[in-house]
Nanobody
């Protein structure tokens, strides 16, 4: 299964972006999907996850600003990011985890928030 992210770019503080993660196969093969990010010099961190049952979890730093969703018919997961801050600047990665805990990763998409 391949995961391909899109939608990253350069935006000013307070702006919005919508990231997409398109899977090459049915996302029902994933027990959970999520978005992670990695800023320069920092470890990769969880942003948001959504399970096949619809349970959602967010990092405290993005609660109230980011919304994760999935469209099973399109085999795509989304991350709507509002009220962006410079500290949101990072490479954002899509993740899919199977019921056997095997992880698939996308190549990442750069998000840059200017102050």
């Amino acid at each position: 299964v391949q995961l391909v992210e899109s939608g990253g770019g350069l935006v000013q503080t307070g702006g919005s972006l919508r990231l997409s993660c398109a899977a090459s196969a049915s996302i029902f093969s994933f027990n959970a999907m999520g978005w992670y990010r990695q800023a320069p010099g920092k470890q990769r961190e969880l942003v948001a996850t959504i399970t096949s049952g619809g349970d959602i979890n967010y990092a405290d730093s993005v609660k109230g600003r980011f919304t994760v969703s999935r469209d099973n018919a399109k085999n795509t997961m989304y991350l709507q990011m509002n009220s962006l801050k410079p500290e949101d600047t990072a490479v954002y990665y899509c993740n899919g985890r199977t019921k056997n805990f095997y992880n698939y990763w996308g190549q990442g998409t750069q998000v840059t928030v200017s102050s």
